[in-house]
């Protein structure tokens, strides 16, 4: 795993989007995995003011969302769906059905799980993925446990991480408990990873991830794995790396 610091979650966002954005304009083939949650958003803004201000177009790019919640349509407010179209599908040129996510309204969601993993495969699979963490070590909505070679499926959340997410939903409303997410087999199929990561909140889970052994109990640390990962930190969340990390750089 190739370690970055920066300042703060702007210089993430910042340096992620330039990692997005060189891949968008050089690619040869395959998809762009998206990830929802807070800490991505700066990624977003900056893409965006990229489309605006430099032009960069998304208009022939498969995007792939990682997961979604279980009885949510992709019209409901707290769908990942829609998060996605509100916060950067509709604020670029990137045509509606070129964002795919799992349908959590699926009757049959073992068979909707099989046709995700299909439809990334058809588009020559993902060729760079974005992904958060979650404070207990999740990637995807892969919880502790999860198995490291696991496709497409539906998974149970864990109360820490409803109550982590308690945030995008109404007050008042139940978060769901069960979602669907690639599984960490098909993060680890994607041949670039870039993993956003700021704040004091998932600095444990960043040095479990990074510097601790291999093990399902922290799902991101399947990335070690991964040979062509990139982990984008500001100080806070690195602030409980032993290792030194390099020195700034371009992702
Ligand atoms: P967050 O979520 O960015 O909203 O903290 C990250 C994740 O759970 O992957």
């Known amino acids: 795993m190739d370690i970055v610091v920066l300042e703060d979650p702007v210089a993430v966002g910042a340096a992620g989007a330039d990692a997005i954005a060189r891949w968008v304009e050089e690619r040869t083939d395959g998809a762009l995995g998206l990830a929802t949650g807070a800490t991505p958003m700066p990624v977003y803004e900056a893409l965006v ?126 978060v769901p408990s069960r979602v669907v997410t690639q599984g960490i087999g098909t993060i680890l199929r994607a041949r670039r990873i870039l993993l956003v990561a700021t704040g004091p909140a998932k600095a444990e889970a960043v040095v479990r991830a990074v510097e601790g052994p291999m093990t399902t109990a922290v799902p991101a640390s399947a990335l070690q794995r991964h040979a062509r990962t990139t982990v984008l930190l500001d100080r806070d969340a690195a602030a409980m790396l032993q290792r030194p990390a390099r020195p700034e750089r371009r992702p």
């Not at 990682?66 to 179209?85: H, K, N, Q, W």
């Not at 974005?130 to 998974?155: C, K, R």
């Open 49 to 174: 003011h990229r489309h605006h201000d430099d032009g960069l177009s998304f208009a022939g790019v498969r995007c792939f969302l990682l997961d979604e919640y279980v009885g949510l349509s992709t019209r409901d407010p707290c769908s990942y769906a829609r998060f996605i179209r509100e916060r950067f599908a509709n604020l670029v040129d990137l045509p509606e059905d070129h964002v795919l996510g799992p349908d959590g309204m699926a009757e049959d969601l073992d068979a909707e799980c099989r046709s995700y993993e299909d439809a990334i495969a058809a588009t020559g699979g993902i060729a760079l993925q974005l992904l958060g963490i979650g404070a207990n070590g999740h990637i995807g909505f892969n919880e502790p446990g999860a198995s490291f070679g696991a496709a497409t499926h539906v998974e149970e959340l864990t109360a820490r991480t409803r109550g982590d997410n308690a945030r995008f939903f109404p007050p008042g409303t139940t």
